[in-house]
Nanobody
Framework: QVQLVESGGGLVQAGGSLKLSCAAS???????MAWYRQAPGKQRELVAS???????TYTDSMKGRVTISRDNAKNTVYLQMNSLNPEDTAVYYC????????????WGQGTQVTVSS
């Protein structure tokens, strides 16, 4: 099993930036890595994803304000967030998923991001 540990969350003022990290205990080779977020009383939603080769996708709600990246040698994925708004307040979760060979789907415990107005 791949264990994922998120870090980098915290309190930031509106308009500020944060960089989240997700460290995997095992290899994330061939895995699609993604960041999701969930606010209280809301459904968990996709923020960004990145395949092993580097192609990325972003949700419309945060497109242009976030950048996902990965370091396969370090088994780590990052989420750079800029121009944060109070509505971005949520727990942010890291996800590792394979849908082809050696299927798996793992989640981290999440890191809290709070944006003050």
């Amino acid at each position: 099993q791949v264990q994922l540990v998120e870090s980098g969350g915290g309190l930031v003022q509106a308009g500020g930036s944060l960089k989240l990290s997700c460290a995997a205990s095992g290899s994330i080779s061939l895995a699609t890595m993604a960041w999701y977020r969930q606010a209280p009383g809301k459904q968990r939603e996709l923020v960004a994803s990145i395949v092993y080769g580097g192609d990325t996708t972003y949700t419309d709600s945060m497109k242009g304000r976030v950048t996902i990246s990965r370091d396969n040698a370090k088994n780590t994925v990052y989420l750079q967030m800029n121009s944060l708004n109070p509505e971005d307040t949520a727990v942010y979760y890291c996800n590792a998923r394979r849908t082809l060979i050696n299927w798996y789907n793992y989640w981290g415990q999440g890191t809290q991001v709070t944006v003050s107005s």
